[in-house]
């Protein structure tokens, strides 16, 4: 189920959030101190293309620079591809086989806007009982 959600998600808006997320990190990475950003941005960009079986989980680890680093990531290019992921969810509503696929959409904004301090990891690699509600 997970692959036929993923190609039809490829198919209804999963390219072109995936090709947002890598001019975000190419943008990034003209600067130096955004450097990380951009790194945050390719692997979400790779997250945005494939999303099913995939959980974002939170770093217990970061820190202030985590804070500073998603300040100054919202401020580039976050709040860009936060309106991308709900015009792309509307449009996925538009149809009964998108709803699931909007709903997945607007569940990705979270991490879409503040990548930093969380990571992206397969939900097999998760114990059944520690996965988050929020997976795809």
Do not use: E
Not at 52 to 65: H, S
């Amino acid at each position: 189920m997970r692959t036929l959600l993923n190609i039809v998600w490829l198919v209804t808006g999963g390219i072109w959030l995936a090709l947002g997320y890598f001019a975000a990190g190419l943008l990034a990475c003209l600067l130096i101190v955004t450097i990380p950003a951009g790194i945050a941005s390719f692997r979400m960009a790779a997250y945005a293309l494939w999303p099913f079986g995939k959980a974002v989980v939170a770093r217990p680890t970061a820190g202030a620079g985590s804070a500073i680093m998603n300040v100054l990531w919202f401020v580039i290019a976050g709040w860009w591809l936060v309106i991308g992921h709900i015009g792309t969810a509307v449009a996925q509503f538009a149809t009964i086989v998108g709803i699931p696929l909007g709903v997945a959409n607007l569940k990705m904004i979270p991490v879409c806007a503040f990548p930093f301090g969380k990571r992206i990891v397969d939900t097999d690699s998760i114990p059944l009982g520690m996965r988050p509600l929020h997976s795809l």
